[in-house]
C-alpha cells in the first residue's frame, strides 16, 4: 500500500470535516429558501443549490448556426481533389487484385532471380 502524504492527508481530513457537516450545510440551505424576509434572490439561490443537490446540475443546450460560403473554384478544387483520391483507390485496387492473382501461379511459374525477369 502506498504511503500516504501531507497533502492526501490534509485534504481526507477537510473532506471528512465537509462531510459531518453536510446535514446541517442542507438544513441551513432549507431555512433560507424558506426564510420570508431573505431576498428573493437569495432565496432563488438556495433553491437553485438545493436543486443541484438533489438532482444534479441542469444541462444546458447550446445552438450555433454557421454560414460556411465556398465559392465555385474551391467547391472545383475539392471535387478534382476527390476525383484524384478515387483514382488512387480505385489503381491501389487494381494491384491488389493484381497480386492475388499472382499468388495463384505456381512456384515453377515466378521467376528466382531478377536475372530471369530479363
Not at 36 to 58: F, I, N, P, T, Y
Not at 78 to 104: F, G, H, P, S, T
Amino acid at each position: 500500500m502506498a504511503k500516504k502524504t501531507t497533502s492526501s492527508r490534509t485534504l481526507e481530513a477537510i473532506n471528512n470535516l465537509a462531510r459531518s457537516h453536510s446535514k446541517q450545510a442542507i438544513q441551513t440551505i432549507a431555512n433560507i429558501m424558506k426564510d420570508d424576509d431573505a431576498s428573493d434572490a437569495v432565496r432563488l439561490k438556495a433553491a437553485e443549490l438545493m436543486l443541484d443537490r438533489a438532482v444534479g446540475k441542469a444541462t444546458m443546450k447550446v445552438e450555433k448556426t454557421i454560414d460556411i460560403s465556398i465559392q465555385s473554384q474551391h467547391l472545383e478544387a475539392i471535387k478534382a481533389a476527390a476525383v484524384l483520391r478515387l483514382k488512387a483507390l480505385e489503381a491501389n485496387e487494381a494491384k491488389v487484385q493484381y497480386v492475388e492473382n499472382r499468388a495463384d501461379l505456381t512456384i515453377e511459374h515466378v521467376p528466382a532471380t531478377r536475372h530471369d525477369l530479363a
